[in-house]
Every structure is written in C-alpha cells, then in structure tokens.
C-alpha cells in the first residue's frame, strides 16, 4: 500500500471471512468510520466473483441505485441488477478525478467497486478527499470559490445516437435517458431543467440547469462537489471540449487558468489505490472524488451505487 497524503485514508478493514456478513454486523461502525474517512478498503475477505460482491452490496441494505436509470456518461455493461463494469474507456485512457454524475441533476450518494481481476500494470483508481481540496483551495484562491459557491456551474454534453465505447462519455442520447425517439427524450430533458439542440449526425446537444459547484456536508464542512477537474483534464474527444461545455451558471466561463490550482491540489491530495483480487472499496460520492489511471493487460473492477 502506498501511504495517503491524507492520514487515515482510506480506512482499511483486513478480514478473511464473508465479506456480506461483515456489513450486516458491522454496519453502523462501518457507516460512522465512512463519515470521518470518506472511503474504506476491505482486504481480505472472500470475495471471489461478482456473485459475492453483488450479495455484500445487498447486505449493507441500502437502495439502489440503477445504473440504466442514471444520467452517466460513460459506457457501462449491466452484470446484475446492481452490479456493472466501471467505465470501457479504453485502457490507454486516464479517467480523471471525479465525483460520480455530479455533471447531472441525479447523482448517488455512495459507490462500491470490486476488484475481480488486478491489472498487469497500471490501472490503479485515484481517490481525493474533495472537502480538503476544498478548504485549501479556499485559501489559495478565495474569490474563484466564492464564485463556484454563488454561482455554480452549467455542463453541456454531446451525446452520440448510438453508444460509443471509445470515449469515456460515449454513452448515447438514447441509453442515458432511457429512451427511443426524440420526443420522449425532449420530455425527459424538459422535466429535468435542460436546454437542448439537435445536431444534424443525430447527436444530442444537452445543457443541464445550475448545478452546485460546492456541496455543504453538514457539521460546517463542504466538498469542491462538480465535475470540473474531470472535465478541464479528460473532455478533449471529438464531442466535448471543456472550454464550450462548462461555465459558471450564469453562462460565463470557467477557463484552464481558473482551474490550475484545484488541479495541483487534487495531485498532492490523491492516493492512487493499487488494486488487488477481492479487494472491495467503499466511496462517500459526496466527499471523495475517483478516477482511473491507463493499464496494461487484463483489468477487471465493478462497480456499484447507493442511491
């Protein structure tokens, strides 16, 4: 394990028994620990298939939290009703720090993911503590945060007819919103506050109502909660670019040079997770940012939201 720039996190739980009964037992502990770490390890315990791993997410006895209902993004491949892989991008590319759908009105408030089979190489997540981004970014640059505070942020996302599994937001217009015709699709868009334009390749150009940049936590704490490190560093394919996607949410941009700073943050507060067989992983969305670094080989992690 390579030490946290963060003490304590993540919080690692070693066992070598079931990894379902554990949660059962342990719940209230484990969900007191996630409020303090923001992501817990599970090493050690008997999680061989995603048949476990699917029964341990049961355990713990929270809603679900679909993936074909959600508003992601990414291309993901349903194993289960709960379980699904993390996102086909392909391996050559870096999926960068993120909170899971916070560029969308609905968004989970924790996430699971399982390690069936380690990479060769590479291939480890990197996790952020964004409430401490935040604090330190407040220092560094005050009037930005003010801005993300007051004004939040607007995302527009080009979405493909058909899905697109090359890109790490291929997913299209018709998986994310559930639909098969544009009208059903202006529906569903219109009842969740975007704009909208048609493209004339059967793309789907979608803009999202103000969403938050900063998330209160409770307690006084809040979480540089957005989508914005993701986008300023990975939205460059053909589709997405982040100087025309992001903007503050009274349409004035947000440019590389505004973001510099929680960029470098986010570096010297990551901890890169080198993933070993069986290992399960537990996510606060609200305070924890993830990501994926590119890998060589075969690489199989899962993944499940809690509503």
Known sequence: MVDSPVDGFPHIVAGDGDL???????KPVIDT????????LFRGFDVPSV????????????????YKESLSNAVRVNLTERVFTA???????????????????????????YCEIAPDKGGATPLCRSDILLTELAKAE???VNAFEMLGVKYT????????????????WRSTLGVEDRARAEERLSALGYSWAWDSDDTLRATTPVLPAVRALGGGRKSFFNQLIAAFRGWSDSRNDPSKSVTFGDGMPITGTDMDTAIALSDAL????????????????FTVMHGRKPFEGKRKVLASLIQ
């Not at 990551?270 to 969305?285: I, P, T």
């Open 33 to 40: 620990q996630l409020a303090a770490s923001g992501a817990m």
């Open 51 to 66: 048949g476990e791993f699917d029964a341990a997410v049961s355990a713990y006895g929270e809603p679900n939290f679909p």
């Open 87 to 113: 996102n086909e991008a392909p391996p050559t590319t870096s999926i960068h720090l993120h909170h899971e759908m916070a560029q969308t009105p609905i968004y989970p408030s924790k996430l699971f993911f």
């Open 142 to 144: 005050p009037g930005l």
């Open 270 to 285: 990551s901890y890169d997770h080198q993933w070993q067989a069986g290992d399960v992983v537990l996510v606060d969305n």
């Open 20 to 26: 379902a009964d554990y949660l059962v037992s342990h």
């Open 157 to 172: 996302n080009v979405m493909p007819g058909a899905d697109d599994a090359g890109s790490g937001q291929g997913r299209s």
